[in-house]
């Protein structure tokens, strides 16, 4: 009689292998997007932003009174700062360790994705690759509370005016703010839908002898 542990691929696999690619992409687009906040219009029309990529800009106005005469305006959007500030260093690095964690999760999974047994270890791909998720997904929205305490710094005083702790002053929230809270919070539940999965796949079996256990892994 031949025993086997047998946590194979299963169809809800395939599907949390998917969500967590999107999920990781979504962050990693709001991460690399300056509109976590969104700042009133400049004389040109154009909203400023506010981010953790600075990104600069130079855009023509016409000068007024003089409707023939333009300027060039030189606008950065994002930190315009060297990280002096504790609070700045600590937001950025829990969100980046957070969202970089993931990264490197989806880059794992690109490897087991295409296997169909899995375990690390000795223990189940689908347990491990969960604690990691909620873990990196908890870091993130860690990093996301804290951001409102950065709101007093001149960064973002420079366009929000009036800001301060938990206040927004003339800002309101920007899509990748959203997408940074939603995409953490969908994690932290896929995180508890990859360590159910270990109930159903991941189970000791008796064979008769290897070829009924080949015979059994081709009907998963």
């Known amino acids: 009689m031949l025993e086997a542990m047998l946590p194979y691929r299963t169809w809800k696999s395939v599907l949390w292998f998917l969500l967590t690619y999107i999920l990781t992409i979504g962050l990693l687009v709001s991460a690399c997007t300056n509109y976590w906040l969104i700042g009133p219009e400049d004389g040109a029309g154009n909203p400023a932003h506010v981010g953790f990529v600075q990104d600069c800009s130079v855009t023509n106005k016409s000068v007024e009174g003089s409707p023939d005469t333009t300027q060039l305006v030189f606008r950065c959007n994002g930190i315009r700062t060297n990280f002096q500030s504790l609070m700045l260093i600590i937001v950025t690095a829990t969100l980046g360790v957070g969202i970089l964690s ?41 990093g996301v509370f804290l951001f409102p305490l950065c709101w007093e710094q001149d960064w973002v005083t420079n366009i929000c005016k009036t800001s301060s702790v938990y206040h927004l002053g003339d800002c309101v929230p920007g899509y990748s703010l959203y997408l940074a809270i939603a995409c953490s919070v969908l994690g932290y539940f896929l995180a508890g839908f990859s360590t159910s999965l270990d109930k159903k796949s991941f189970e000791i079996t008796e064979f008769a002898s290897m070829e009924s256990l080949d015979t059994y892994k081709q009907r998963i």
């Open 102 to 142: 993931l990264f490197f999760l989806t880059i794992l999974m690109l490897v087991y994705c295409f296997c169909d047994q899995l375990t690390a270890c000795g223990r189940s791909f689908h347990t491990l690759a969960g604690i990691w998720q909620a873990t990196s997904s908890v870091l993130v929205l860690i």
